[in-house]
């Protein structure tokens, strides 16, 4: 079971990439983020892999990022994602985006990915909600260890209202969660709300 290269860049193609490790060339099938960020052709590059053993093929995956291969592995949790669906999802957006996408359960970001359409941006949504958490990002998880649902009452009622006000629903949901955990638990929608447009107030004239 091959989970790490380290070599050169010997060729890219539109959904892969071959690194020679030692005079061996490793095709490895990568994400279009992962592709534009590699170096040149014999420059030195480092991919975490997973491996899929058929009866048929083994194929490898690359990923410059360990977050990027643990979200792979959590997308193939999901009915009707495969492979080629999950590598475009990783392609549309960055491990912090869709971590928040799924949280802000915010469909229309995750149907910026080829392949994928409402009722799997929502079955993304549905079973990956409360296992989010699992992945640090970046920040992304609350300080507790845990993403808030946005189906959490005051909450959801908070991100609504500004979604409602023309905030983009990941914009809304980001100012919200950082407000909450200021204002604390049990915090109502009202104080949620305005708390919320101060701070999406300060973002823009950041």
Same mark, same amino acid.
């Given at each position: 079971?091959?989970?790490?290269?380290?070599?050169?860049?010997?060729?890219?193609?539109?959904?892969?990439?071959?690194?020679?490790? @030692?005079?061996?060339?490793?095709?490895? /099938?990568?994400?279009?983020? $992962?592709?534009?960020?590699? !170096?040149?052709?014999?420059?030195?590059?480092?991919? /975490?892999? *997973?491996?899929?053993?058929?009866?048929?093929?083994?194929?490898?995956? @690359?990923?410059?990022?360990?977050?990027?291969? *643990?979200? /792979?592995?959590?997308?193939?949790?999901?009915? @009707?994602?495969?492979?080629?669906? %999950?590598?475009?999802?990783?392609?549309?957006?960055?491990?912090?985006?869709?971590?928040? &996408?799924?949280?802000?359960?915010?469909?229309?970001?995750?149907?910026?990915?080829?392949?994928?359409?409402?009722?799997?941006?929502?079955?993304?949504? $549905?079973?990956?909600?409360?296992?989010? #958490?699992?992945? #640090?990002?970046?920040? $992304?998880?609350?300080?507790?260890?845990?993403?808030? #649902? %946005? $189906?959490?009452? !005051?909450? *959801? *009622?908070?991100?609504?209202?500004?979604?409602?006000?023309?905030?983009?629903?990941?914009?809304?949901?980001?100012?919200?969660?950082?407000? &909450?955990?200021?204002?604390?638990?049990? %915090?109502?929608? #009202?104080?949620?709300?305005?708390?919320?447009?101060?701070?999406?107030?300060?973002?823009?004239?950041?």
């Amino acid at each position: 079971m091959i989970a790490k290269l380290k070599g050169l860049v010997d060729g890219v193609g539109e959904d892969w990439a071959v690194i020679d490790v @030692g005079g061996v060339g490793y095709l490895l /099938f990568c994400s279009a983020r $992962t592709l534009a960020r590699l !170096p040149r052709a014999g420059e030195a590059a480092e991919l /975490f892999v *997973e491996t899929h053993v058929r009866e048929d093929h083994i194929h490898l995956y @690359g990923f410059l990022a360990a977050a990027d291969r *643990e979200w /792979f592995r959590l997308l193939l949790t999901v009915q @009707g994602v495969g492979a080629k669906v %999950a590598l475009a999802i990783l392609s549309a957006l960055s491990a912090e985006d869709l971590t928040r &996408a799924i949280a802000a359960a915010d469909k229309a970001m995750l149907s910026r990915a080829q392949g994928v359409g409402a009722k799997l941006a929502a079955r993304l949504v $549905t079973e990956l909600k409360d296992k989010v #958490a699992d992945l #640090a990002l970046g920040g $992304t998880v609350a300080a507790g260890g845990a993403l808030p #649902a %946005a $189906t959490d009452g !005051p909450l *959801e *009622e908070a991100v609504s209202a500004l979604v409602h006000l023309g905030y983009r629903r990941i914009e809304a949901h980001g100012a919200i969660v950082k407000v &909450a955990a200021v204002l604390g638990e049990g %915090a109502p929608a #009202a104080a949620l709300i305005r708390a919320g447009l101060q701070e999406l107030g300060r973002e823009l004239t950041r």
